[in-house]
């Protein structure tokens, strides 16, 4: 029997490592998934293995490519961003894949400003939010001033999704959807890279900026394809709303991060909207869309851990629970707030919260889990209205990610946004599903 083509997705998140292959439907027809664990940078910080990574990324392909059944003709990559993988002439990685939530030195960052800034200046020029290590671009400052031994050995500096390209074709690039990831590289006015990054020296690690459709033909063991650049998984995420879409309308894409992308909003970002952490991304052409983020899937991970050790319950309790109105009308009927948030500041957005979670005063796990969600989906309106409020009236808004899947967090944002159509869609392949697209293009 003839072997079906297919195309190989890598879909790289920083808790889950999966891969893909999809028929010339773009339909699943093969998966799996894995876990890594952390490793501890030369500071002592966790960080992503880029040797485990590696390792796994072309074991995964290579037991694919010994499957009969299937004959992998195209190959692409996905993954989070505000990472750098510094390699050197040989394509070594010459340094660990640091973090981006390590802690950006006071001192260095001050430094940066003060040739660069002001702050709110650069932010504005450069759609990016004051962010240290997320803004990745600022990590290649970091290593030139504290780790010039290391900065020395770098031949090129590439965005993950790139450096996974680059395992297989060899070619050392970048392309738009991970400049444009609240870098602080690109200048959004201009249309190209900031002045600082050539001041400083930056650009002559930063490989040739390409077209994010951009294929090469390889082969690796012994089977030829075309093999992609790769795509930031964010804009990922929204290519196939796109495709499918002739009506404006707005995606949020949940994970460890809420992004909210407009795609049809490319309004220049105020100073307001920065501090909320609303900023641009570029799309696959280099074009401004205007999204927000909210760090929600880590604030529920660490309160959901709190609240099974509170009430002395199974993890995974929460993912039996139906949305109950008459638990949400409790939750909403209360005057005072009642969770102190780990991440979250919901003071910039002028809402407030409880000065300490008020553990006493639930009855049960429901009733905290609601008050949760309530006070989680507010901030997640709030962060939402920033890239809504565009010249193009939205009607619709499509939830992907692991907050699809929770009806009480789906139906208390359906309350609170009356005039928008919420959709959930089973695009969990969402972002695997988009880098398809890009090389079936």
């Known amino acids: ?253 949940t994970g460890t991060w809420a992004i909210s992308i407009n795609p049809f909003n490319d309004a220049q970002l105020t100073l307001n909207e920065l501090r909320k952490d609303c900023l641009h991304f570029l799309s696959k052409e280099g074009r401004p869309i205007k999204i927000s983020r909210l760090f929600i899937g880590e604030e529920h991970k660490v309160q959901i851990e709190k609240l099974y050790t509170h009430f002395q319950l199974e993890k995974g309790y929460y993912k039996a629970l139906c949305f109950e109105k008459e638990g949400y009308d409790k939750a909403r009927s209360k005057t005072h707030k009642r969770f102190r948030f780990e991440y979250l500041k919901p003071e910039v957005f002028g809402i407030s919260q409880a000065n300490e979670t008020d553990w006493k005063g639930f009855a049960d796990f429901e009733d905290a889990y609601y008050s949760f969600i309530h006070e989680l989906t507010e901030l997640q309106v709030a962060s939402l209205s920033l890239v809504l409020n565009g010249s193009t009236p939205v009607k619709k808004l499509y939830i992907d990610g692991g907050f699809n899947a929770n009806p009480i967090f789906v139906e208390m944002l359906r309350d609170k946004l009356p005039g928008i159509a919420i959709e959930t869609t089973d695009f969990a392949l969402g972002t695997a599903l988009g880098a398809g697209m890009v090389v079936n293009g």
Request: proline fraction near 5%.
């Open 1 to 253: 029997m003839e072997p079906i083509k297919v195309t190989a997705i890598f879909d790289i998140g920083k808790t889950n490592k999966k891969f893909f292959l999809f028929d010339k439907d773009l339909k699943e027809v093969y998966k799996v998934y894995h876990r890594l664990e952390y490793i501890e940078d030369e500071d002592g910080e966790d960080c992503e293995s880029i040797q485990a990574l590696t390792q796994w990324v072309k074991q995964t392909l290579k037991e694919a490519l010994a499957l009969p059944q299937f004959l992998v003709v195209k190959l692409n990559f996905t993954t989070y961003g505000a990472s750098f993988v510094h390699i050197d002439q040989l394509g070594n990685p010459v340094a660990p894949l640091y973090n981006y939530l390590k802690k950006y030195p006071d001192d260095i960052l001050a430094q940066f400003y003060a040739k660069y800034g002001p702050v709110e200046k650069f932010s504005q020029e450069t759609s990016s939010p004051a962010l240290g290590m997320l803004n990745s671009g600022l990590q290649l400052y970091w290593l030139k001033y504290t780790k010039p031994e290391i900065f020395k050995k770098i031949h090129r500096s590439l965005h993950l999704p790139q450096y996974l390209s680059f395992l297989f074709t060899g070619k050392a690039v970048s392309e738009y959807t991970s400049i444009g990831c609240h870098t602080g590289l690109w200048d959004f006015a201009k249309g190209d890279y900031h002045h600082w990054v050539k001041a400083e020296g930056i650009d002559k690690i930063l490989p040739v900026v390409v077209d994010t459709t951009t294929s090469f033909a390889k082969t690796f063991d012994r089977h030829s394809m075309s093999v992609g650049v790769g795509v930031h998984d964010s804009s990922s995420a929204l290519l196939p709303y796109l495709t499918s879409n002739t009506e404006p309308f707005a995606l949020l894409s």
